[in-house]
Each structure stands twice: as structure tokens, then as C-alpha cells.
């Protein structure tokens, strides 16, 4: 079985410019989380689709983050327009379950794309 | 609001020496508690979890109790080994994932 994929591993933009991350989770997982880990900080969760619904999208910083998930199954985040406080490594996880079970589900996470913003 | 504090690294054990890794939480209700691994070039891997007050976590020969009286889900092991060198993070699931800093550990031989 696949795990979850990320694309791409790393990315270098400057500022001003659109970054564009995708996440392919494992097949068949409803839930997909995205999280950013800045440098030395810890993990910080973003949002929860549930399927192509947005659940939750309390942690996202401001309206320069856009995220996706068409269909149901691979997702998108998208930085327009970056800024150097982006930079900083973006996980995306899936876990399989019920809603109301699915923040005990394990998550299974991609290894991350390291977003560079200069 | 919910929170997570594990003990800051970097930490750098001899082989089979033992490891234990602080981590305690803040949450308002009865979460779950969670340790993942990320070793080098890696996602985040489940290490163990605890889903209730005195639960026990093992895998790998690593252990996390999940101590509510002391709001703790501290990470040990007896001998560590090289191939344990890797970044673990603390985290808590209650309306939504928590995790801690992460602390990278290095065994050396």
C-alpha cells in the first residue's frame, strides 16, 4: 500500500511569487490534514477536509493560503503571494475513519515539502 | 487552549544507553496522546499512542504511560540504539492535533 506522497520535496521561491504543494494521501482515507513546521517550532496544524469538505481551517494563517481538495482525493495548498514568514516544512497526513472518531484515528504523514521563500 | 511540552534537544545517547524524553500536555477535555517518529528524509512515522488515563504505549521497546495526575506521556527506552537516531515529537489529539517542538536524538556508537 502507498503511502502518503508529497510534491514537490522542496521548493525555492522569492517573495511575491505562488507556490503550489500537493498532497496524495493513502487511497481511500476521507480525512486529510495539512500542518507546517517552521524552523525549531513545532508542528502546527492548518486544516482538516473531510472527503472535499473543509472540516476545520482554523489553523490557517491568513487568506494568502488556499487549499483544495476537489474530488475527494489529492489535495492542494497554494501561497499567493509568498512571504520569507512561509518558509518552513508542510506535512500532509490521512487517517481513515468516522468523523467523529477521526482526531483519535492514527494519521499517517507524507515526508513533508521544505518551502524556501527568500 | 490545548498545548504541548516536550524537552528541548538536541539529545546524544551512547548505545544501549537508557532514554527518556519529557513531555507533558494542557488540554481542556481527555485527549489522546501520541508519540511519532520522523527519521532522517522520512514523514512522520506513529510510534505509540495511549488513548486513556493510565494507558501504556510500547512498540520498538519503547514505552509512554499517560499519567492524567501528572498531565505526562513521557518517551522511554531501556537501550537505545543507532538506528533510533531520529527526531520524536509529543503530540495530543482532543478537537484537533497538538504537537510538541520535537527533540532529535543521535546514538552514537
Known amino acids: 500500500e502507498a503511502g502518503v506522497t508529497q510534491f514537490p520535496s522542496h521548493s525555492v521561491i522569492e517573495k511575491g511569487q505562488t507556490v503550489t504543494l500537493r498532497c496524495d494521501p493513502i487511497?481511500?482515507?476521507?480525512?486529510l490534514y495539512w500542518y507546517r513546521r517552521v524552523m525549531g517550532k513545532e508542528i502546527k496544524f492548518l486544516l482538516h477536509f473531510v472527503k472535499e469538505s473543509k472540516q476545520d481551517e482554523s489553523g490557517m494563517p491568513n487568506n494568502r493560503f488556499l487549499a483544495e481538495r476537489t474530488g475527494g482525493t489529492y489535495s492542494t495548498l497554494k501561497v499567493q503571494p509568498a512571504e520569507l514568514e512561509d518558509s518552513g516544512v508542510y506535512f500532509c497526513a490521512s487517517s481513515q475513519g468516522s468523523i467523529a472518531g477521526a482526531h483519535t484515528d492514527t494519521q499517517y504523514f507524507g515526508p513533508g515539502t521544505r518551502l524556501t521563500v527568500l | 487552549g490545548d498545548s504541548v511540552t516536550q524537552m528541548e534537544g538536541p539529545v546524544t545517547l551512547s548505545e544501549e544507553a537508557f532514554l527518556t524524553i519529557n513531555c507533558t500536555y494542557t488540554a481542556t477535555g481527555y485527549p489522546s496522546l501520541f508519540w511519532y517518529v520522523q527519521y532522517p528524509g522520512e514523514g512522520l512515522q506513529l510510534l505509540l499512542k495511549?488513548?486513556?488515563?493510565?494507558d501504556k504505549g510500547s512498540n520498538k521497546g519503547f514505552e509512554a504511560t499517560y499519567r492524567k495526575e501528572t498531565t505526562s506521556f513521557h518517551l522511554e527506552k531501556g537501550s537505545v540504539q543507532v538506528s533510533d537516531s531520529a527526531v520524536y515529537f509529543c503530540?495530543?489529539?482532543?478537537?484537533?492535533?497538538?504537537f510538541g517542538t520535537g527533540t532529535s536524538l543521535t546514538v552514537i556508537p
Open positions: 487511497s481511500g482515507h476521507d480525512n
Open positions: 503530540a495530543l489529539s482532543e478537537n484537533q492535533f497538538y
Open positions: 495511549a488513548t486513556k488515563a493510565d
